[in-house]
Each structure stands twice: as C-alpha cells, then as structure tokens.
C-alpha cells in the first residue's frame, strides 16, 4: 500500500475536521456508492494507485494481461447485470486496446464504462508531445453512447453519475470516461467530497409503452394466421423472464430466440422453433420482435429468408418491434406495429391485454412447424450419434451438449466461425444469460474476458467454446483464469486453423497459406504453465471425461479437443458475405 493510502485509511474521527479526501478516493466511493463493487483492468501511469486503493477499499480488482479482455470483461459483466461493467486502463495505448471493446458493447448494448486514466490536458492540447499524449475523449466519442471528462476532483460524483446513467438507461451501451492524471492526486476537505457524491435514483428508469400503442400490436398479433415471436439479446437483458415466458406461453405463438436470447425458455421448449428456423420465417405472416434488431443476423428482415423473390425484396410479414429506443422501427423495413417502452413494461402490457381467453395460432401453422422440427432434429440426432475418426464439430458438440444439459447453471462462452455456428445450433441452453457470444459483430477476442468475467459475476463454472483461431486473440488470459483460481474449462476446437486447416499456398513457397496454423498445436500446454489443468482429447470419450472432471473440481481447464480439420466450411454459416469477384477466373 502506498503511504497515502496508508494515511487515508488510517484516519480517525477524531481528525474529522482536517479529513482530507483525493481524486483516487472521490473515484473509488463514487463507484462503490453506487454499488459496483468489481473493476476489470490493467494498472500502470496514472492509474496503478486506483487499482491498489480500490483493493484496499474492498472493490474486487481483476487484472487482465491486455485491456481488450478487460473490457469484454466488464461488458458482458453489464450485460449479465444490467449494472455497468467498469474497464480500468491507463492512458493511449491502454485506452485504445479498451476501445474495441467499448466499441462492441455499444453495437451490443451493453452497459459498460471504459475509465482510462490520461495525459496532462494542457500539454496534449497544446501537442507538446507528453508522455501516452492522446485527445483520448475526441477519439471515444464516435465509438461510444456517450463520452465525459472530469477536471476537478469536486465533479467526480457527477461524472460517475452521468456515465452510469447514460450506460444503463434507455438502450444500453458503452461509456467512456477521462479521467486525467492530475484529477487523482487533488485533495479537497473530505466532508465535501462526500456532499459532491451521487447514489443515482432509478438509473434505468421504466419506459412505459403508450395504450395506444399496445392495442395496435394486439390487433395485429390477434389476426395473424402464423404468427411468429423473435426473442433477440435485448429480451434476454431486460430481465423479465418470467413474463416474457408468459407472453410464449399464454399466446401460443412460436418463437425464435437469437443466439444470445437460448435458454430465456429452455431450448427444449415445445414451442421453440429453432429446428424450422428456415421454414417459420419466411412463412410467417405476422413476427413479433422482442428485443432484437432486424440487422444482417435476421437478414435485414428481407431477401430470400424472409420469402422474398431476389435479395432485396420483402415477404409479405407484418411487423411488430418491441424496442426501447423509438428509432428503431423502419430501420430495414415498414414496422407496422412498433412498441417503443422498455422490454419489461411492454411485455407487461401485452400480459393485460392478452388475458386468459387469448385463441391458439392456428393448428395447420402448429402442425406444420412441429413436422419440420421433428424432421430436422430426427436428422440432427443421427449425425450427433456418428462416431468418426478424428472427431469431427458434430461428434465433439454431443459431448457438450451432454455437459450443458447435466449443468445448466454453467455458463457458455462461444466463439469462432464453425465453432460458433455448430454449438449455437446443437447446444440446448436451459437459463436465461447464459450463453456469450461474438454477438452482433460476430467479433472474435470475447472469449477469455466473458469467461473471466462469467466466473466472477455468476460464482458458477463457465465453459468456454472456442475456435483455435478465436482462442488466440485472447488466449494468454488463461494465466488470469489461473491467477484468480476461477471455474472456467476452456475447450479449443483445434482444426488446425481458420475455418479448416487445408489449404495450401498455391506458389508452393515456404509460407503457409493465410488461414493455417501450426498442425498438431499443444494449446493444452499453455495452460499448463500457469499451475492449471491441460487435456489434449482426440475421442468424444476423452473429451467427455476431461470436461466432467474440470466441472466436479472447478479447477482452471484447458482441453486441446483435436477436430478433423477438414470438417469446417468457410467462414462457417455465413460463406455468403464473402465477396465475390464478378471477374473470370483466368487460371
Ligand atoms: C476481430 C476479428 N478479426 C477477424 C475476424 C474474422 N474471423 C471470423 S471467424 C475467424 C476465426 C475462425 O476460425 P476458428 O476460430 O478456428 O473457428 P473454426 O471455424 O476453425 O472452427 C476469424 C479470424 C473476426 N470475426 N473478428
Ligand atoms: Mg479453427
């Protein structure tokens, strides 16, 4: 601990009248005042001592060996508790390795705030060249829902304030907030740093939709002959999981749920859909969206998915959105129906108006999806069953599948190309906000941080599914895991590369292509370094024993699972968005 530290912790009553307070400690009470008890980070100038006071002071600090897995870290913290995760860096570099990541959890609207230390402003102003000078503000504001500076330790509780606020409220996302050098070391009279603080009243406050509004919706949903619901990220956020199971139930109706939106009802949910995803869409009359965007994951809700005749064109669904921010209705195509309140109330809403008396969808759309389903899933079960040497996504994902099913407090963390499209289809999840993903981007480098920060918020294990290539964006944090003894089996689909492991460098020359790696990689060993537990499995069995072993003990896992590496295709499910040049071949 620091001498000041020391001195600040020290003092007694009795000194009260010449109490003194600092930037550092206005920082870490404004924080704890509002009941964030935990900081992702990576200390250095000019904020090492706000990591070292905050452990002092009893906020929970985890320390990441690079500011991207921070802040993945504190984002989907905020995601999993609507409370903002709060990302810890020093100045530029550090600032900037955050920035992704503050960047995603705004496309993701996840609430998090990136706090970077920075640069003594008049000299960055006046670019005099100080130490990690950077206009650290100007270069956030595109990226973020909202970005703030704080010059004067007395404004401390207001900053904090307002970037809670804009985190949380409305539709969540990513913050950002200056704190420069200067700002921590300022002292003012203790008994005025605590008036200058703020417990912030009802940050996210309800947003209630209009009646009006609501029977629109429900006249629509009342006439549909198909009626469809899609749960997206944004419903399995609001924490309304009982009414929206509801609103399922009570109506009948089919739904959808979106990656991040499996196991807000359990994915063995006989009014699932995901089985007929291909069938419902584009023979639904009227979908209901519930917290999800209709970006390119839903194919911008035209083209050929939606029944449309060529890429451009429409199907002829009505639409009703349940969103929280007014504009996003008509964002790709006409909302008929747009409900704008938060997804709580809105649902709420519907709950009244549906009542008790509400009619089924009608039998044909039922039946017609229940045969599609059970076609598809019949298919399914026959490839899962296959054993074939090496392993191939489907042998090793029935493994999982298993796993998950026998442990569905657990966390699932996924990310890859093949990797993600496999598991998202065939691992059932059976709770709500627990399955982290590459979410909206499909952004590779999320997997340690959401596993860290799963751990840490959830108390319960994590299984992180990873890709060989998404693993190594952020693979040195298993020493994190390591280091804070947390309950996360890492499983490394290890094909050998990018989507597969066989291409080959058409010249012949000594490089290997773009897309393969070191064949036959030991990623079991890395783990190994750090005092935890390295598998390498090469049969379903091996893979089933490792895993059930690293959740019974909860010790800190890494399994090297050995995948075919000719099974994967390009880019996994979405071969499609990789442009093609209209220009002939010539050789
Ligand atoms: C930050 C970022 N960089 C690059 C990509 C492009 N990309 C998409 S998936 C992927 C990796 C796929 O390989 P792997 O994780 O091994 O999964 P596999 O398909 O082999 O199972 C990459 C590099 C991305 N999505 N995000
Ligand atoms: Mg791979």
Request: aromatic share 6%; net charge neutral.
């Amino acid at each position: 601990m620091t001498t000041d530290a020391a001195r600040q912790l020290s003092t007694t009553p009795d000194a009260q009248s010449q109490e003194m307070t600092d930037g550092f400690q206005m920082v870490i009470d404004a924080l704890k005042l509002n009941g964030i008890d935990t900081i992702f980070g990576l200390p250095g100038i000019p904020i090492t001592d706000l990591t070292r006071r905050a452990q002092a002071a009893g906020v929970r600090v985890i320390s990441f060996r690079h500011e991207q897995n921070a802040g993945n870290a504190a984002a989907i913290a905020g995601f999993m508790t609507q409370k903002p995760g709060i990302c810890l860096t020093v100045s530029a570099p550090g600032f900037l390795n955050g920035l992704t990541a503050l960047a995603n959890a705004t496309t993701n609207c996840f609430p998090m705030i990136l706090v970077s230390g920075s640069s003594e402003r008049e000299i960055v102003d006046l670019q005099q060249g100080d130490y990690e000078e950077m206009d650290q503000l100007a270069v956030a504001k595109p990226l973020c829902k909202a970005a703030f500076r704080v010059l004067h330790a007395e404004d401390i509780g207001v900053g904090i304030a307002r970037a809670i606020r804009a985190a949380v409220s409305g539709r969540p996302g990513g913050v950002y907030l200056d704190l420069p050098a200067k700002l921590f070391a300022q002292t003012l009279d203790a008994e005025a740093g605590r008036k200058a603080l703020i417990k912030v009243v009802d940050p996210a406050p309800r947003q209630i939709p209009a009646r009006d509004a609501v029977q629109r919706a429900l006249e629509l949903l009342k006439g549909a002959k198909r009626p469809l619901i899609v749960l997206g990220k944004g419903a399995a956020y609001a924490q309304a999981d009982a009414d929206i199971r509801a609103l399922v139930e009570n109506t009948g109706i089919p739904y959808l749920p979106m990656s991040m939106a499996k196991g807000l009802l359990p994915d063995t949910h006989e009014q699932s859909a995901a089985a007929a995803r291909s069938y419902v869409l584009p023979e639904a009359d009227v979908v209901m969206l519930v917290g999800a965007r209709l970006n390119w994951l839903l194919s911008h809700g035209k083209g050929k998915t939606w029944g449309g005749k060529d890429h451009k064109a429409w199907g002829g669904q009505k639409f009703i959105q349940i969103d929280i921010s007014p504009q996003e209705a008509d964002s790709n195509v006409r909302i008929d129906a747009p409900l704008v309140g938060d997804i709580g109330s809105c649902v709420a809403a519907l709950l009244a108006g549906i009542g008790a008396n509400w009619a089924k969808p009608p039998a044909d759309w039922l039946t017609a999806i229940a045969e599609r389903k059970g076609k598809n899933i019949g298919k399914m079960a026959e490839t899962l069953a296959k054993n074939p040497t090496p392993m191939n996504f489907h042998s090793a994902l029935n493994v999982v599948r298993d796993i998950v099913k026998a442990n569905p407090d657990a966390c699932l963390v996924n990310e890859g190309a093949n990797a993600l499209d496999f598991t998202r289809s065939i691992v059932d999840m059976y709770q709500p906000r627990k399955r982290l993903d590459v979410g909206t981007w499909g952004v590779m480098g999320v997997g340690m941080g959401f596993a860290v920060a799963a751990a840490v918020v959830s108390g319960q294990p994590v299984i992180a599914i990873e890709g060989d290539s998404a693993f190594g964006f952020s693979g040195m944090e298993v020493e994190t895991i390591c280091r804070y003894n947390l309950p996360v089996c890492v499983v490394i689909f290890n094909n050998n590369g990018v989507y597969r492991g066989t291409d080959v460098n058409p010249t012949g020359g000594p490089d290997v292509a773009p897309t393969v790696f070191v064949k036959g990689a030991r990623y079991d060993k890395l783990i190994e370094a750090f005092g935890g537990v390295g598998v390498h499995a090469t049969t379903p069995a091996e893979l089933c024993k490792a895993m059930e072993e690293a959740l019974r003990s909860r010790k800190p896992t890494l399994i090297n699972a050995v995948i075919d590496e000719t099974a994967g295709t390009e880019s996994g499910r979405i071969t499609s968005l990789n442009p093609q040049s209209a220009k002939k071949k010539t050789s």
